[in-house]
Structure formats: C-alpha cells, structure tokens
C-alpha cells in the first residue's frame, strides 16, 4: 500500500502525533483526539493502528504504541512538508505571475 494512501486517512497524522507525544495506549490515543476534536471511532482508531504498524510507522510493545525509526522520520517530513507549505502560503505570489513563470520556477 503507497504511504501518501496511508497517511492521507482520517487521523493518520493525528495519531501518529499523539505517538511521538508520549500517548500511546489505545485509550489514551482515542480520548486525546475526541479531546482535539480530531475524533475518530474506536473502529477507525483500529485500523489506523494497524495500517501504521502494518507500514512499521509504529510499533506495539505489550498494550503501548510507539514510533519505530521509520516513524520518527515520517514526522521530520511532514514537518518540512508542512514548513514548505507555510513558506509558500506566506510568499502569496499572485496567480498572474504564477501563470506568466510558467514551468520555469516550479
């Protein structure tokens, strides 16, 4: 299955945030989401649980989740993802522009 499949669901992100965070029990995972109003069912919770082990994202010790190596550099990179996204929502380069650039500049 092609990670951006896997991350793209509902929660995925949240989820493995909550991870990196120290949250890593079932329950805890499904309470700090219904608390960020991130909410997912308990049925989804599941499978994303499973998806991201199955992608060894994460990793289950006993009842507790925790990021592997893989996981903690998919974080780094929706990290820079979401920085680039910021550089370019900040820059506001009006669609004109954009268009008369063409393919040069992207």
């Known amino acids: 299955m092609p990670i951006f499949y896997v991350l793209g669901k509902k929660g995925t992100?949240?989820?493995?945030?909550k991870i990196k965070e120290g949250v890593n029990s079932f329950t805890s995972i499904k309470n700090a989401?219904?608390?960020?109003?991130?909410?997912?069912?308990?049925?989804?919770?599941?499978?994303r649980l499973n998806e991201l082990e199955e992608e060894n994202l994460?990793?289950?010790d006993g009842s507790k989740y925790y990021l592997t190596k893989k996981g903690q550099e998919a974080i780094e990179?929706?990290?820079n993802i979401m920085k680039w996204e910021a550089k370019w929502k900040e820059a506001k380069?009006?669609?004109?522009?954009?268009g008369m650039l063409g393919d040069k500049e992207r």
């Open 13 to 17: 992100i949240e989820i493995l945030y």
């Open 33 to 47: 989401l219904d608390i960020e109003g991130c909410g997912v069912s308990t049925r989804t919770l599941a499978e």
């Open 58 to 60: 994460i990793q289950k």
């Open 77 to 79: 990179i929706i990290e």
């Open 93 to 98: 380069i009006p669609k004109i522009i954009i």
